[in-house]
């Protein structure tokens, strides 16, 4: 301050000799904020006996909304030049300069003061040595009071934006420090937004909390309070036209446009407006808006600052939902590895019904849970384990179920996914089969709240099934393997439904490393077949698992190959060497890289990859003439995609845009069409490949062998 303070003197003492006027600055309260500059006779006198700050002050508030020099008369009646300092069209400084005797006034300026002042002889001999002006004359000076408001308003501006420029820095890597350290709430980051840009007197979030239905879940400003939790759906006024485009939106001056209605029914009545759309991924999950209500605003850059907000906000959701999704998770693997203790180690079956149901139920709160169960494949009778329904329930809901699971001779047909079903009184349901090797146990069915806690706890609920069915066969069939075997074959089950990706990986090793020991000489790798199929799994977890101080000791040497670490063990070397090159693409060069790993079993491990990749071919002699004739090709990838899956032509081509990595976005830009065409296409691709993702979908179409043209 005192820098700009030295700064506005200088200035101001220029401009007061090159206007040959007396000249002072006050702030917006009459405050004088520099020493006066060329006294003049008759200021010398104003300024001695009555120019005060109310005098400054009643000045300013009759100007308040100029933005131009003006002229006033002051308590002699002379005239005197104000003109407002203005940044971001608030008023911060004015400045007065004078006395200005107009030609013709003098003799009207001597009857005022006559009238109104005591020290008449003093004033009338400054007032003789004050000249009048002609119009032009006072023109010329109103423009160099001007040209000094410029210069100090454009000084004043690069102070602010200088000022703001580190603030903005400075909250930009607090904020990424945050978010970082997952210690800041969106609350946090708006209400510090809000302080950091004053012309912004109110901002918003909104958060999607429905499909297609917004909620203002976070608002600072005055006259904000009804505004907050108020709901409006995609195209819906303001905000919802942004997140319809997609893109930031800036209106200057909304006062007369109909969609600020929104705003007007809860007490807030903007006079400019932003919205920026805040993604996560690609999916839109919330609004950032802001705006005035008391200036519109001009300066655009403070809008194009916002769109970096929006970018950090979404980080932060992004975050903070990874976050959240993680606790969930480590939450429920931690519940199901007690559950799976509990479950493989209980041999009565009736026990078994009762966890599954009390632990569905008190995971997923819903009005019930119940086990449809037949315990002997040769008999009708039929076991029902329920809480939370009542006998004419039971016989209504339950009978069905059991007729729909087991009134077929193929019991297993048409039960092998999660189903969800509505009672007669109308309670959505879940219905998992609980089947293993081809055996329908029973069907565990969840009653849901809504049907938005259905896909949060299909997951865990599915693998909590696969557990169940395990326990169900061993009750059953007491000696049916080892414990180390069945503990092998439960988490191979239990990643499939978990992580089919890491599932099909870790098959895909398994078999690789059996032909690969098949065609080795001499050794015995039957434990390092049997473990193979874990590789998807954290060491530490498996070691809850397995006793077998053997089988833990080739897994303990493939982490070891993994952390290029040299092992003694050559079956956690071979089990290395498959799972990178399998991880790798079957990229060969992974394997000559892996200096930790016998040279020489990376060349019979080489030549067995080579083996298997030749070319069949017959040459086949005919009247002296040799022909090489290749076996007739493979159809082309396209003609499998089409015969097999049924994809139409433009689906093929979405779903090679899906292959290369691009977005909906991109893959409309590429195609020339809407991005909502692109998501009907992706759904039935979705629904073709009967997979739920676009993970699943390319997982599953590599696994066909098909890969995208170049």
């Known amino acids: ?61 009759s100007l308040a909304t100029t933005r131009n020099p003006s002229i006033f008369v002051n308590n002699i009646g002379a005239h005197v030049i104000v003109a407002p300092i203005k940044v971001n069209e608030q008023a911060t400084y004015y400045i007065f300069a004078g ?41 010329d000076k109103m423009e160099v009071i001007g040209k000094l408001k410029n210069v100090l308003e454009n000084y004043y501006m690069q102070q602010v934006e200088q000022k703001s420029s580190l603030q903005r820095s ?26 950091l840009h004053p012309p912004v007197d109110f901002i918003g979030l909104a958060i999607e909390k429905e499909t297609n ?62 919205s920026i759309p805040v993604f996560s991924e690609e999916r839109i999950v919330g609004i950032l808006f802001g705006g005035s209500t008391k200036n519109i605003v001009k300066n655009t850059t403070i809008v194009e600052a916002f769109k970096t907000y929006a970018s950090m906000l979404s980080t932060l959701i992004s975050s903070n939902q990874l976050k959240q999704n993680l606790q969930n998770h480590l939450m429920e693997l931690s519940t199901f590895n007690e559950i799976f203790r509990v479950i493989t180690t209980v041999k009565d079956m009736k026990r078994v019904l009762y966890i599954l149901v009390d632990i569905s139920i008190n995971i997923i709160r819903g009005p019930f849970a119940c086990i449809i169960f037949k315990p002997d494949i040769s008999h009708s009778k039929v076991d029902i384990v329920s809480r939370g329904l009542s006998s004419s329930e039971i016989n209504d809901y339950c009978y069905d179920v059991a007729v729909r699971a087991f009134s077929n001779k193929d019991s297993t047909n048409g039960q092998d996914q999660v189903l969800q079903s509505k009672t007669n009184w109308g309670i959505d349901v879940l219905e998992f ?26 997951a865990f609920l599915s693998t909590l099934t696969v557990a169940g069915s395990i326990s169900f066969y061993l009750c059953q069939n007491p000696s049916a393997g080892s414990v180390e075997a069945r503990n092998i074959e439960l988490l191979q089950d239990v990643l499939r439904r978990l992580n089919k990706n890491e599932y099909d990986l870790a098959v895909q090793v398994k078999n690789l490393v059996e032909e690969f020991t098949n065609s080795l000489n001499g050794g015995d790798f039957t434990s390092l077949v049997k473990v193979s199929g874990l590789v998807g799994y954290d060491f530490d977890l498996i070691e809850k698992y397995l006793m077998d101080e053997g089988l833990l000791d080739i897994l303990a040497g493939f982490q070891n190959v993994m952390q290029n670490r040299s092992v003694d063990r050559q079956d956690s070397e071979i089990l290395g060497m498959v799972f990178k090159y399998v991880k790798e693409s079957e990229d060969t ?36 003439h040799s022909v090489t004739k290749q076996k007739p090709k493979a159809e082309k990838p396209e003609l499998l995609l089409k015969k097999e899956l049924n994809l139409s032509a433009r689906e093929i081509e979405v779903l090679n845009h899906i292959l290369k990595g691009f977005n909906n976005r991109e893959i409309a830009a590429h195609l020339y069409i809407s991005e909502h065409t692109v998501k009907n296409h992706m759904t039935k691709i979705l629904q073709k490949l009967a997979v739920q993702d676009r993970a699943q979908a390319i997982a599953k179409v590599y696994q066909l062998g098909y890969s995208p043209p170049s």
Do not use: C
């Not at 080489?606 to 069949?616: A, G, K, M, R, T």
């Open 1 to 61: 301050m005192e820098g700009y303070v030295t700064f506005l003197q200088d200035i101001q003492d220029a401009y007061a000799t090159l206007s040959d006027l007396t000249v002072i600055i006050s702030d917006e309260e009459g405050r004088e904020i520099t020493n006066v500059s060329n006294y003049k006779p008759l200021s010398k006198i104003a300024f001695s006996n009555w120019v005060t700050q109310d005098e400054y002050r009643d000045r300013i508030q």
């Open 99 to 139: 006395p200005i005797i107009r030609t013709s006034d003098r003799e009207l300026v001597k009857q005022y003061i006559h009238k109104n002042n005591k020290q008449i002889d003093q004033i009338f001999e400054a007032l003789e040595l004050t000249p009048e002006l002609s119009e032009a004359e006072v023109k």
């Open 170 to 195: 400075s909250f930009i890597r607090e904020s990424l420090e945050a978010i970082h350290t997952g210690s800041m709430t969106a609350e946090e980051f708006l209400g510090k937004l809000y302080d």
């Open 213 to 274: 239905h917004f909620e203002v879940e976070t608002i600072y400003g005055e006259n904000t309070e009804e505004l907050n939790g108020q709901v409006f759906s995609i195209g819906e006024g303001f905000l919802g036209h942004s997140i319809a485009t997609q893109q930031l939106q800036f209106w200057e001056d909304i006062r007369n446009d109909a969609r600020i209605n929104f705003f007007k029914r809860n007490n807030l009545d903007p006079k400019s407006l932003f």
């Open 433 to 458: 089969p609980l089947i293993y090797e081809n055996r329908l146990y029973g069907v565990l069915s969840v009653g849901l709240n809504s049907n938005s806690i259905a896909d949060k706890f299909k």
């Open 589 to 624: 060069d992974v394997i000559l890289e892996m200096s930790n790993v016998n040279e020489g079993l990376r060349s019979k491990f080489l030549s067995f990859v080579n083996q298997h990749s030749i070319v069949e071919t017959e040459i086949i002699f005919d009247e002296g």
